[in-house]
């Protein structure tokens, strides 16, 4: 095993091992204690000569009564009075504990937390004498003297066997759980367990349902944990070909629609199901299925075989001749994960179920292996809808074909969503009133149709025994549980955890981890210490590979799979949280994740791990004519740090007829692409990844282009939104925990700013292209061709720069010549006029003919003074954060320099938000705050044809007939154009 730099600076003991002054020094030093469920730190003053480990020990886990200081309140000792510490043996790193416990104690008494807790103290306590591996033994109560029999103490642990959701039914297909045709990685048929750690509970002793842990420097470990890995995790570990169950809910949608097979007709304010093709290949399933309308369950209720509900069975055909299709109602317009549930019947299904997903970007194809996993939500993967219903972009259908005629395929439900919790708590038996997907694992693996014994011991272990419990023989597997760390404050670092330890005596317990967990730890552990060292902050601290008594990795409740627990940081250490905070360090943690994932399936099985490539970089795309546009981008960026991923080898183009659903995308091996076949004036919205043999990246921001019906001008809208860090958080008023920062990337920047700038664009009949600004900035694409530009930068700041010194140069280039600029953003004054250079304050007062009055207009409207070019438009509103875009918070105050004029002035008062400049042939639009977050679409869309008017474009090329009608058309494509 291979153990790093251990990091002993600024650790709260201090001086904790220096040497004492004489006999009778003595030194006061903190040890941690438990007090009222958390870990304080309590004041331990002992002559130096005795301040040895079995002392620190003692006083820990038999910590003298009284008030413990600076808290104010009294210990908690874990263990009863009649305990005893009788040794402690150490080495440079691992350290066993020898107890004396009551026979009574022992029999009742000795569950997970309690092991959990003996760790989480131990182990921090214990830092001065750098313990990692922590092993705790009683003394065997039916022999006596201190020499006699010791036993591992969690061989008292009580703990009732997983049940075995199915088996003797049949050795299923070796085929991956759930694919998409040409879709393929380095994780292609593994299957990986994840949890996010804490949620909301409602446990014993509260009063309600609560977070299990508190709120701080702003963030709740509660909720940090679930978005990094819904959010950023997943979208990797999926971009690998893996199939992926959490253990708590993934989808952030909160809204949600049930369709099931029950219901027909019978709810067609919900949705409908019915059935197409040979009526005889389709029949009444024996088994019981899910049934909707059926919650809140209550607790001991499965959803699926506890509600009476029924399913159906279609026989399988080489090819199509019969199906079934939901049809859901969505309650408002966004991103739903879609998730379907069917019976098992041993080998007799299929293994290549086809379900046919409809959605507003078009079809998607994805196969389901229906010999396993039956009786639970099986994720399909995350679409777009549109409001309502509309069978064309929004259903699921299941269709018989398949390579194995002759089975059958199973249908029963179909959930579209996250939606709220519907099962009642535990203690209180009501609702949490909260997003599923904030919920703890305790009622959502019982959700998921888990049996009473997997959930009722406890949120903790209902994770691990969830993945025990779902788990089929045969299936590559592994569990990851993602927590952050606290203490007093003053920790740092990640450790990363497998379950107890190998006593330094050499001795092995059977009650240690399964086999491949510490292999899986280390390649987890090691990526996140040098993406975090290299990428985030040179001092990060490592804290070592570490084995502790959590019940969580408790191979009693999971010993089907490798698992391991990180500690990726400490949330009440005020640098770790700001890190924590952060959506680019969560962002980091992800990918080092599943990276280190990768690495270690690589590994086990003597292959060279391949890492997913990085987004493609500064992507562009032109329209060559009238049915001919062109799209390019540059190759993703790799090092030789280990931080970003593997070169690519090819990409993906996907296109969209609205910016928000795409198509199942377009290979090429180039970094161009061009598309031919396109209908006169016709949009298309697009974005694209880098494949390699180990996936598939995350994509770039989303472009637009519309062909023209005829030469004519053209627009260039330009995207330099890229700024994501913690001050766009979205605060949030948590009842009984206060303001709370949240990391909803939808809120806070879905990287389609020219996307939104397009859609409003459909009533200025111009062609249009778009780039992102690095293309701009390199000098690869002139702006010369282009009769306007439309720029936004969105919240983009001062550590992100809203325009470079190049891309200045660039615009003053183009000015100069008599060219149009709309710009936009929320900060380009503070961060040009106010705090920049002299160059930047030149650039923005005389070219642009703006000068910077202060950061914060403190509305979120804006209206048009007598004689400016949006006079009459109305009242014009941009986004707090609740209307779809994202919260401008602080947009500019501007005056109007130099033969300008103010266009627009923030409502209630004369305060400048947009200045105009009419110079002839050079005209300027500056605004204070970003055109993207203006709402409704009616009112942007008023807004860009004011823009258009101003700048005199030509609109007098009419579109032929076609134009903006909504249908992609069928284009072909060829490759390998070069950069324009």
């Known amino acids: 095993m291979r153990h790093k730099a251990w990091w002993v600076g600024a650790f709260w003991l201090g001086s904790f091992l220096g040497a004492g002054q004489g006999a009778e020094a003595q030194t006061s030093v903190g040890l941690p204690v438990w007090s009222a469920g958390q870990i304080h730190r309590a004041e331990w003053t002992v002559p130096d000569a005795d301040r040895d480990i079995e002392s620190a020990v003692r006083f820990m886990l038999l910590p003298p009564s009284g008030h413990l200081p600076r808290t104010g309140s009294r210990a908690d000792p874990l263990l009863p009075a009649a305990a005893e510490v009788l040794e402690v043996v150490h080495d440079d790193s691992s350290a066993v504990v020898r107890l004396s416990l009551p026979a009574d104690f022992l029999a009742t008494e000795v569950d997970d937390e309690l092991l959990e807790k003996l760790s989480r103290q131990l182990l921090l306590g214990l830092e001065p004498w750098k313990i990692r591996e922590l092993h705790l033994t009683v003394r065997d109560p039916d022999s006596k003297g201190r020499g006699d029999r010791f036993i591992a103490l969690p061989a008292f642990l009580n703990i009732e066997p997983v049940p075995v959701k199915e088996a003797g039914d049949g050795v299923v297909s070796s085929k991956p759980g759930v694919r998409r045709d040409g879709t393929s990685g380095a994780l292609s048929g593994k299957l990986i367990f994840l949890s996010q750690a804490h949620g909301w509970i409602d446990y014993g002793g509260a009063t309600g349902w609560s977070t299990q842990r508190g709120v701080t420097h702003g963030i709740v470990e509660d909720f940090v944990n679930a978005e990094a890995i819904d959010q950023y995790l997943l979208r990797y570990l999926e971009g690998a070909g ?131 996993h039956g009786w639970t939500w099986v994720p399909l993967g995350r679409f777009h809808f549109r409001a309502g219903a509309d069978a064309s972009r929004g259903s699921v259908s299941l269709l018989n074909d398949s390579a194995e005629p002759g089975q059958t395929v199973a249908a029963d439900a179909v959930r579209f969503g996250g939606g709220l919790g519907d099962v009642l708590g535990h203690e209180m038996a009501t609702l949490s009133g909260r997003p599923r997907w904030e919920e703890g694992a305790r009622t959502h693996v019982q959700y998921l149709g888990a049996p009473p014994t997997v959930y009722t011991p406890g949120d903790v272990t209902a994770r691990s025994r969830w993945a025990d419990y779902e788990h089929f023989a045969g299936e ?364 930047d304050r030149d650039f923005y007062r005389l070219l642009l003919r703006s000068r910077y009055v202060a950061d914060d207009a403190g509305v979120y409207e804006a209206e048009a003074p007598a004689g400016s070019p949006f006079e009459g438009v109305g009242v014009v509103s941009f986004d707090d954060g609740t209307h779809g875009a994202y919260d401008v918070r602080y947009p500019d105050i501007l005056a109007a320099e130099s033969g300008a004029d103010i266009a627009l002035e923030y409502s209630g008062s004369a305060d400048g938000a947009a200045v105009a400049f009419d110079g002839g042939e050079q005209r300027i639009l500056n605004f204070g705050f970003p055109l993207d977050a203006i709402y409704p679409l009616a009112q942007r869309s008023a807004i860009m044809e004011r823009v258009a008017e101003f700048f005199g474009l030509d609109s007098s090329i009419l579109f032929r007939d076609g134009f903006e009608s909504g249908s992609p058309s069928a284009w072909s494509s060829t490759q390998g154009y070069p950069m324009p």
Not at 304 to 324: H, K, N, P, Q, Y
Not at 732 to 737: F, Q, S, T, Y
Request: overall charge negative; charged content about 20%; proline content about 5%.
């Open 242 to 372: 893996a199939d992926v169950f959490t253990v708590r809910e993934s989808d952030l949608q909160g809204g949600m629609v049930i369709v099931d097979d029950g219901d027909t007709d019978s709810a067609p304010g919900n949705g409908i199901y019915f059935e197409f093709g040979d009526n005889s290949q389709i029949s009444d399933d024996s088994q019981v299925g899910f049934a909707n309308f059926a919650a809140p369950y209550a607790e001991g209720t499965d959803p699926f075989e506890d509600t009476g509900g029924s399913a159906r069975l279609i026989t399988t055909d080489v090819v199509e001749t019969a199906g079934a299709t939901w049809v859901p109602v969505i309650p408002q317009e966004g991103d739903y994960q879609v998730a379907v549930s069917y019976t098992r019947d041993g080998t007799q299904r299929a293994s290549d179920a086809h379900y046919r997903v409809a959605h507003s970007g078009g079809i998607s194809d994805i196969y389901v292996n229906q010999e396993r």
């Open 476 to 839: 590559d597997s592994v569990y990851v549980s993602w927590h952050s760390n606290a203490f007093d404050g003053s920790a740092r670092g990640t450790s990363s955890y497998i379950y107890s330890a190998n006593p330094p005596d050499g001795t092995y317990d059977p009650t240690q981890s399964v086999a491949g967990s510490a292999a899986l730890m280390e390649a987890i552990h090691d990526e996140i210490i040098n993406d975090a060292t290299v990428g985030w902050d040179p001092g990060w601290v490592d804290r070592g590979y570490r084995s502790a008594y959590f019940g969580e990795i408790n191979p009693a409740h999971n010993d089907e799979m490798p698992s391991t627990l990180l500690e990726v940081a400490f949330h009440d250490n005020a640098t770790d949280a700001e890190a924590l905070a952060h959506p680019r360090f969560r962002k980091l943690l992800a990918r080092a994740v599943y990276q280190g994932i990768v690495r270690y399936f690589a590994d086990r099985d003597g292959q060279t791990p391949t890492l997913l490539p990085e987004e493609p970089r500064a992507p562009w795309v032109r329209s060559d004519n009238s049915t001919t546009v062109t799209v390019g981008w540059q190759a993703s960026s790799t090092d030789d740090d280990g931080l970003r991923g593997d070169p690519a080898t090819g990409y993906r183009l996907y296109t969209s007829p609205d910016g928000k659903g795409f198509d199942e995308g377009t290979p090429t091996a180039d970094t161009s692409i061009t598309l031919e076949g396109m209908a006169p004036g016709e949009t298309l919205y697009l974005r694209v990844t880098a494949t390699n043999g180990g996936g598939e990246s995350l994509p770039t921001e989303t472009l637009a282009v519309r062909t023209s019906s005829a030469e004519g001008e053209r627009v260039l809208l330009v995207g330099g939104f890229d700024r994501l860090d913690s001050s766009m958080l979205i605060a949030e008023d948590v009842a009984g925990l206060g303001t709370v920062q949240r990391m909803d990337l939808d809120r806070m920047n879905r990287f389609d700013l020219v996307a939104v700038h397009a859609e409003a664009m459909d009533g200025v009949a111009v062609a249009m292209d778009s780039t992102s600004n690095e293309p701009v900035e390199s000098g690869n694409l002139s702006l010369d061709p282009y009769a306007a530009v439309i720029w936004g930068v969105g919240l983009e700041s001062t550590a992100d720069q809203t325009l470079s010194p190049l891309e200045q140069t660039r615009l003053m280039a183009y000015l100069s010549t008599g060219g149009k600029l709309a710009l936009s953003g929320a900060e380009i004054g503070w961060d040009l006029d106010h705090l920049g250079s002299a160059a």
